[in-house]
């Protein structure tokens, strides 16, 4: 059974900083493109990160590019996603997700987690 279990969200004030991790088995970790997506309240799901199987090359979406990290820990089989400068905006449940391609289309990713709440206040 595949399962990717999301922790690290929380409240947390604007100009501050999370880190959330993606704890991922049931998988070969090291074969899957990882991926984080967000989702505000009456919004649609939004691509945030991904990085490659190896860790090599990462991808962001323009509007956390500069304030976001994503990176992987394949002998712990987990990803991460560093967030910093947080802004209001960056409300969302989170996600992780696995894909078999390098991609950064949602409907591509294979498996996906719970989700995790991130609220920042202005």
């Known amino acids: 059974q595949v399962q990717l279990v999301e922790s690290g969200g929380g409240l947390v004030q604007a100009g501050g900083s999370l880190r959330l991790s993606c704890t991922v088995s049931?998988?070969?970790?090291?074969?899957?493109?990882m991926g984080w997506f967000r989702q505000a309240p009456g919004m649609e799901r939004q691509f945030v990160a991904a990085?490659?199987?190896?860790?090599?090359?990462?991808i962001y979406a323009d509007s956390v590019k500069g304030r976001f990290t994503i990176s992987r820990d394949n002998a712990k089989n987990t990803v991460y996603l560093e967030m910093s400068s947080l802004k209001p905006e960056d409300t969302a449940v989170y996600y992780c997700?696995?894909?078999?391609?390098?991609?950064?289309?949602?409907?591509?990713?294979?498996?996906w987690g719970q989700g995790t709440q991130v609220t920042v206040s202005s």
């Open positions: 990085i490659t199987r190896s860790g090599a090359s990462r």
């Open positions: 997700a696995a894909s078999r391609r390098w991609t950064i289309r949602g409907f591509e990713y294979d498996y």
């Open positions: 049931g998988l070969t970790f090291t074969t899957y493109t």
